[in-house]
């Protein structure tokens, strides 16, 4: 069996020892030196990533990309066949030049940033590392620790490698980076006979990465590098693809399409001129070819992209969340399915003692986490586990002896403290332990400050708390020199500890009856994911201070029992419901207990479901079409290792769901990679989990991912307007330019009249539906159904009928003008022949001039009825849309401008008439007033009600 797969948590020190060929003398220098050569350097490695280079170039392989290279390819081969009349082609060239490389910058630097989660790795890992080497102890480099390498830990120590413990004195680690959960695990080198146990359940091993907060001892190491509980995350975040965002895949999707278009068209009009009317030579008819080539082609659309999804970036920030990846933003408006971590993100990570079981009452406290408000409330106890404190019921505090002394202890029996923060008053800022640290935010509350009950004792020593011990003792001397125990732990060992019981001021006996009550009360608690422990007290004799355990933990006075919890965040619950009625599906993943998980759960409203919680020791048994049903049916999973939440993460991806991940720790880092959205925290977020994520949010709050999926929709709204105006606009100029030629009939807008119309006259207010206001409701409506792409039937009816819409008018005042011109729609016997002769010339510029205009008007009209996919423009408030007014005024003046300024003679345009404005402005209104909302599909616009949420989601 090879090194990493051993099950050193079921191995005895000995055999561990025996194992490596070590003792307790270490290794020998030449031993260790020997076995670098076998096992390899303790450091990380990097696995199949690929150069800046390679990654800059990939840039370039999207279609839509393609397509702007291509459109770059035909203006300048416009310039080389116009010659010298050909600088709008350059100028065209020179545009789309500097929207591809803008484009391609970004997405690398993107890509780039979200490739340094090694490094963020490597930031973490112990530089240095205390060992034995031929029995003396010797401060080395953490790389060149070898299996079999004897270390010494002590607090504030990172753990340089994975042990198996060997001595501890009340030894305590972080691991929260690698389990997610901020409780310091107590360790012991007692032997584990449990199956597969979790991470943090082996509590006789230690991890590479994990904090030494308290105690010390020594371990024999038993893997490195990445061999490691930590070189696992590493090859898994490296090995986890971070897969295109559903926005990606649409503008894919529609550079094929576009692509395709542009080349059939652009291939049958040079076909038609040069082989059916035989009356254009080759250079002629490719010059038209390029024109409707450019017509088609949307070359603002990527920069418009960009911009609106900076633009919700921007929004973000101001709702506590901060975007990485810009594409993240509108794949938020997708997402289908939130996979949340428990502590910090759905709770508050500020443990709140919430009831207190006296023996002459049972008490409740208001206020949650360390907030300085907070009530005391008379109660029957946490019997339905959600049941809120008797506002209407006051507990007199002054006048219970009994809850004074009880609280009076946790002050004393702590080793934890507590200040205001810095940066809310209203709050207190615990440290040391979070358990400790409630019973002295209750105590503050009750009007017991920490500061004066400590002064009037002075500590003289202490029985810390270990896991086989389950309590931890203190002992003092008051100001009368009196000396007192006071101990706090596990319930049934301090009442197994207890011989008396403190009732309303008095010590007495303690029966049989009262320790029933007192253990059922317990139970109540635990079962309610309740964190229960005991306090006591007895006074001591003075002596010199030698105290043993079992002499003062004995014959203990029972003060009572505490029953705290992490509570959940304010606003949670609203957000929860918030998001099962737009369609989303939360779920809980957790390194917590089922008990806990499940119980929170229920009580914010994340589950609804009878069904028990999946453990991780029950998904290592499931395959993955077992897996691929559970995550269908359950909503909450405890006690999850790293490879856990990949497994459930690909699970719901299989299912086409799309998928955000939250996490804090680096064990999340490999399913937040893999995740649609990887989701970390701000403020406990580890580096490497920053790293992998799309978005991290500064308030750690579950209610600011809501908050950003509702930004997502509407961003995703907003780009729908504008690819629906963008391309249906585009679709027009195609047409107009298609049918005139295959008529036979001159083109009717020149290649720069058709570059200015895609980026001056479109530009602005496709950029201003970037940001225009939202659709109403967007948050009572189901997401999109995963795998959708944005240009749906109904999307491409409107484009569709959009562009027929503007050929109808354009076409219409250029065969007028054509007509009026010279008395009758001519037949036209090639470009070369007629309209070459002055007579001809002058009315085919002022044909293409009118039409020009009527499709830049038409444009602007038409601009304001893909606002809206459900309703028609009187019944959308468009007096929001003050950027959008604002831009197509800004269009329409530059218009003017090329119409009745000296840049006619560069654009080839001549003034209209007033004649011809009147013909141009009524036509123009067709798309103004045409119903195309009706074009949309009834459903897109329907409410999503739980039972549609949970068909899709399920």
């Given at each position: 069996m090879s090194v990493r797969e051993h099950e050193w948590f079921k191995e005895t020190s000995d055999s561990t020892l025996m194992h490596f060929n070590s003792s307790m003398d270490g290794l020998s220098d030449n031993e260790a030196e020997r076995r670098i050569n076998e096992y390899g350097l303790n450091e990380l490695k990097e696995v199949g990533r690929i150069g800046p280079l390679r990654m800059f170039f990939q840039q370039f392989a999207n279609p839509m990309v393609i397509i702007l290279l291509f459109a770059i390819f035909i203006s300048v081969v416009t310039v080389t066949l116009q010659g010298s009349h050909g600088g709008e082609g350059f100028i065209d060239a020179i545009v789309i030049t500097a929207i591809v490389l803008i484009n391609a910058v970004f997405g690398f630097v993107q890509e780039y940033r979200s490739e340094q989660a090694l490094e963020a790795l490597k930031d973490l890992s112990a530089p240095k590392a205390i060992a034995k080497r031929s029995g003396e102890w010797k401060e080395i480099e953490a790389r060149f620790l070898v299996p079999g390498d004897i270390v010494s830990l002590e607090a504030g120590d990172i753990v340089p490698a994975d042990g198996r413990i060997l001595n501890f004195a009340g030894l305590e680690t972080d691991e929260s980076t690698l389990t997610g959960e901020s409780i310091a695990v107590q360790k012991s080198s007692k032997v584990i006979t449990t199956e597969n146990p979790a991470l943090g359940d082996r509590t006789n091993l230690v991890f590479q990465g994990s904090i030494v907060s308290a105690g010390k001892g020594t371990a024999v190491i038993t893997s490195t590098g990445m061999t490691t509980e930590f070189g696992k995350i590493a090859q898994l975040v490296q090995e986890s693809k971070q897969e295109p965002t559903p926005l990606q895949l649409d503008l894919k999707d529609l550079g094929k399409r576009l692509g395709g278009v542009v080349l059939i068209i652009s291939i049958l009009v040079f076909i038609a001129l040069v082989f059916i009317n035989a009356t254009y030579d080759w250079n002629e008819a490719l010059f038209v070819g390029i024109a409707i080539a450019v017509a088609a082609i949307p070359e603002g659309l990527p920069a418009i992209v960009t911009v609106t999804l900076a633009i919700g970036v921007t929004r973000m920030v101001k709702r506590n969340a901060v975007v990485r990846r810009l594409p993240s933003v509108e794949t938020l408006g997708s997402i289908t399915v939130i996979c949340s971590d428990k502590t910090g993100t759905i709770t508050k990570n500020e443990m709140t003692v919430r009831y207190i079981h006296l023996s002459s009452a049972i008490v409740s406290i208001s206020g949650t986490g360390y907030s300085k408000e907070g009530e005391f409330h008379k109660s029957s106890g946490p019997e339905d586990c959600i049941a809120q404190p008797d506002v209407n019921n006051p507990f007199d505090v002054e006048k219970s002896v009994d809850l004074k002394m009880l609280l009076k202890a946790g002050q004393l029996c702590s080793t934890a403290n507590i200040s205001l923060a810095s940066n809310d008053k209203s709050n207190w800022k615990v440290v040391g332990d979070p358990t400790e640290g409630a019973l002295l935010v209750a105590a503050e509350k009750a009007g017991l400050h920490l500061h004066e009950t400590r002064s009037q004792y002075e500590e003289l020593t202490e029985f810390a708390f270990d896991s086989k011990r389950k309590r931890m003792t203190t002992i003092l001397k008051d100001k009368n020199g009196q000396t007192w125990a006071f101990s706090k732990g596990a319930p049934e060992v301090i009442l197994g500890l207890s011989t008396k019981i403190y009732i309303n001021g008095e010590i007495v006996e303690f029966n049989t009856e009262k320790q029933s009550e007192l253990l059922s009360a317990n139970s109540i608690m635990a079962s309610c994911a309740m964190r229960v422990l005991a306090l006591a007290f007895r006074k001591l004799d003075a002596n010199t201070g030698e105290w043993t355990e079992g002499e003062v933990e004995s014959s203990l006075v029972f003060l009572g029992l505490v029953g705290m919890i992490d509570p959940p965040r304010e606003g949670v619950i609203e957000a929860i419901n918030k998001s099962r009625r737009a369609g989303i599906r939360p779920i809980m993943i957790t390194g917590d207990h089922a008990l806990t998980a499940r119980s929170i759960a229920k009580s914010v409203g994340l589950t609804q479901s009878e069904l028990e919680g999946v453990t991780g020791a029950e998904l290592n048994e499931m395959s993955d079409e077992e897996l691929d049903r559970?995550?269908?049916?359950?909503?909450?999973?405890?006690?999850?290792?790293?490879?856990?939440?990949?497994?459930?993460?690909?699970?719901?991806?299989?299912?086409?769901?799309?998928?955000?991940?939250?996490?804090?720790?680096?064990?999340?880092?490999?399913?937040?990679?893999?995740?649609?959205?990887?989701?970390?925290?701000?403020?406990?977020?580890?580096?490497?989990?920053?790293?992998?994520?799309?978005?991290?949010?500064?308030?750690?709050?579950?209610?600011?991912?809501?908050s950003a999926i509702e930004i997502g929709r509407e961003i995703y709204a907003n780009i729908r307007k504008f690819v629906r105006f963008l391309l249906s606009a585009n679709a027009g100029e195609v047409l107009i330019v298609f049918v005139m030629v295959m008529i036979g009939l001159p083109i009717p807008l020149t290649p720069v009249e058709i570059l200015w119309i895609n980026l001056v006259t479109d530009g602005p207010p496709a950029l201003a539906?970037?940001?225009?206001?939202?659709?109403?409701?967007?948050?009572?409506?189901?997401?999109?159904?995963?795998?959708?792409?944005?240009?749906?039937?109904?999307?491409?009816?409107?484009?569709?009928?959009?562009?027929?819409?503007?050929?109808?008018?354009?076409?219409?005042?250029?065969?007028?003008?054509?007509?009026?011109?010279?008395?009758?729609?001519?037949?036209?016997?090639?470009?070369?022949?007629?309209?070459?002769?002055?007579?001809?010339?002058?009315?085919?510029?002022?044909?293409?001039?009118?039409?020009?205009?009527?499709?830049?008007?038409?444009?602007?009209?038409?601009?304001?009825?893909?606002?809206?996919?459900?309703?028609?423009?009187?019944?959308?408030?468009?007096?929001?849309?003050?950027?959008?007014?604002?831009?197509?005024?800004?269009?329409?003046?530059?218009?003017?401008?090329?119409?009745y300024t000296p840049l006619s003679i560069a654009f080839g345009t001549t003034q209209l008439s007033l004649e011809l404005w009147v013909a141009i402005v009524g036509l123009s209104l067709i798309g103004f007033l045409a119903p195309v909302y009706r074009l949309m599909p009834k459903e897109s616009n329907e409410v999503c009600d739980e039972e549609q949420a949970v068909s899709m989601n399920r």
């Open positions: 559970i995550v269908g049916e359950r909503d909450v999973f405890a006690r999850v290792a790293p490879e856990h939440k990949l497994r459930i993460v690909q699970a719901l991806k299989r299912q086409n769901q799309v998928v955000a991940m939250t996490g804090d720790g680096v064990n999340d880092a490999p399913a937040i990679k893999t995740a649609d959205v990887g989701i970390s925290m701000g403020i406990r977020g580890a580096g490497v989990t920053k790293e992998a994520s799309d978005l991290i949010l500064t308030d750690d709050n579950f209610s600011t991912i809501v539906l970037g940001f225009d206001p939202p659709p109403k409701g967007i948050m009572s409506r189901c997401p999109r159904k995963p795998g959708a792409r944005m240009l749906d039937k109904g999307m491409v009816r409107m484009i569709l009928v959009g562009g027929f819409l503007a050929t109808i008018a354009a076409s219409s005042i250029y065969l007028y003008v054509l007509w009026a011109g010279i008395g009758h729609i001519p037949k036209i016997t090639g470009p070369s022949v007629d309209w070459l002769l002055p007579q001809y010339a002058e009315t085919l510029v002022l044909a293409q001039t009118a039409t020009f205009t009527t499709m830049v008007l038409f444009q602007l009209l038409w601009v304001w009825n893909v606002r809206d996919e459900w309703n028609p423009v009187w019944r959308t408030n468009v007096r929001e849309s003050r950027g959008l007014f604002i831009s197509v005024a800004f269009s329409f003046v530059l218009t003017l401008l090329v119409l």
